[in-house]
């Protein structure tokens, strides 16, 4: 059986973990976003061509 302490360093890190996924989330939607703000207008043959 787990003592206490290790119960709550497992919650900690469990949390730990979700904030950076949301974090990393938030990042990936931002970057989206800025995709979209600055025109969208790219397509998988211009990435070949770079």
Do not use: Y
Not at 5 to 32: M, P, Y
Request: overall charge negative; hydrophobic content about 40%.
């Amino acid at each position: 059986m787990l003592e206490p302490a290790a119960v709550r360093g497992d919650a900690s890190f469990k949390e730990a973990r979700r904030s950076v996924i949301s974090l990393r989330t938030r990042q990936l939607d931002a970057n989206v976003d800025l995709i979209h703000a600055l025109g969208d207008g790219w397509t998988t043959d211009d990435l070949k061509a770079g």
